[in-house]
């Protein structure tokens, strides 16, 4: 079955420890995104790749990094940097961008130690 | 830059009676507009969209919404609740860009949705 998966599905974090989620899709989506959800905030988009080997920060980039080195993988790592990385993380894939649907991940949940 | 406003962090129905989500977005460009469901601790399903065409929208589980240019509005509707409609909605903005390129979607804060028996 075609989709996208995250891993872990529950994730904690020490103080000063970088964390790395990870993010598949096998829907040959050209388009991955990375939010944050945060109660009664919505979503915020954290990075978001149109294409291998490129990425662009979202809103909200500041104490996260990424990469895209393969299409069908776009990892996230929480740094130490983040000083509140407590929230559900969602991954995101599509075609394209616009009028293109994102298909979403399950999410993973980092909590802080 | 665009935004969403979603009017209600949460809304009440009664089971059987009528739906009705509100989303006013603001654009500078013709949007592209989503709304997305979210049951408890997972992932976004695609409710409906609306990209050109057609501004009365029909979606999965009964819903439908419509696109009112001169409101700025996308407002969700379904005819009748059912229990299995309980979840957190959210709507969402894309907007064309010269030259393309656009970026991820611009989220409301969400409304949870729940079904009185």
């Given at each position: ?102 298909y ?10 | ?14 089971e059987?009676a ?33 990209t ?26 379904k ?13 969402a ?25």
């Amino acid at each position: 079955d075609g989709g996208i998966t995250q891993s872990p599905k529950y994730l904690f974090r020490k103080e000063g420890q970088n964390v790395t989620l990870s993010c598949e899709q096998n829907l040959n989506h050209d388009a991955m995104y990375w939010y944050r959800q945060d109660p009664g905030q919505g979503l915020r988009l954290i990075y978001y790749s149109q294409i291998v080997n490129d990425f662009q920060k979202g809103d909200i980039a500041e104490g996260y990094s990424v990469s895209r080195e393969k299409k069908e993988s776009f990892p996230l790592t929480v740094t130490s940097a983040q000083k509140n990385p407590t929230a559900f993380y969602l991954c995101a894939s599509s075609r394209g961008q616009g009028k293109e649907t994102q298909y979403f991940g399950p999410g993973t949940r980092l909590l802080v130690l | 830059a665009q935004s969403v406003t979603q009017l209600g962090s949460h809304v009440s129905v009664s089971e059987g009676a009528l739906v009705l989500l509100r989303c006013n977005y603001s654009s500078s460009v013709p949007p592209y507009l989503f709304w997305y469901v979210q049951y408890p601790n997972q992932g976004l399903q695609l409710l409906l969209k609306y990209t050109t065409g057609a501004t009365l929208v029909k979606g999965i589980n009964g819903f439908e919404a419509e696109f009112k240019k001169s409101e700025t509005s996308f407002h969700l509707t379904k005819p009748s609740a059912h229990m299995s409609d309980a979840a957190e909605y959210f709507c969402a903005v894309s907007d064309h860009r010269s030259g393309g390129g656009a970026d991820g979607l611009t989220f409301g804060k969400g409304t949870h949705l729940i079904i009185q028996p």
